[in-house]
């Protein structure tokens, strides 16, 4: 083993752990890459704050699609973000742009495909990507300032 999985291992047995203390025992945890994960039977994916950092985000999406079951859900949550410059002129949409210059655009332009989203890719960008995934409903379900929470279904 590697020492870039040695992290993992470590993550996922304390994952595990955790659960077991709180006395559920029916979740599964496993640790991998966006796309390719073990497993394709899950009930419930999620994304946090990651899809506008990965350089192939309908990579993953697709992985994520084949990973659930018929009935399954992907829950993304992403900065919250207008689709256009004017709608993120406001504090927050400022303060993702300069994270996004700093952060987001280079970790994904590093990465295979480099789609380079960044945190200001917008709800509109995001469905599209989803959508490429192989999903064929996505709604808004929550918002906050400073996030926006996206369920996908087959």
């Known amino acids: 083993m590697d020492m870039s999985h040695a992290g993992h291992s470590i993550h996922g047995a304390h994952a595990r752990a955790q659960a077991v203390s709180h006395g559920t025992s029916n979740a599964r945890f496993e640790v991998g890459l966006a796309k390719d994960y073990p497993?394709?039977?899950y009930d419930l994916v999620a994304c946090f704050d990651c899809l506008?950092?990965?350089?192939?985000?309908?990579?993953?999406a697709a992985h994520i699609r084949q990973s659930l079951k018929p009935d399954g859900t992907w829950m993304i949550v992403e900065p919250m973000a207008g689709d256009t410059l004017q709608q993120n002129l406001n504090p927050v949409?400022?303060?993702f742009y300069a994270a996004s210059t700093m952060i987001c655009l280079p970790?994904?332009?590093?990465?295979?495909?480099?789609?380079s989203l960044g945190a200001q890719a917008g709800e509109a960008k995001l469905r599209e990507v989803i959508r490429a995934g192989g999903f064929t409903r996505v709604r808004r379900a929550a918002e906050t300032p400073f996030n926006l929470v996206l369920e996908a279904r087959p």
Request: charged share 25%; glycine share 20%.
């Open 107 to 115: 970790t994904s332009r590093s990465q295979k495909v480099g789609a």
């Open 93 to 95: 949409g400022r303060l």
């Open 39 to 41: 497993g394709n039977d």
């Open 52 to 60: 506008h950092d990965m350089g192939d985000p309908a990579g993953p």
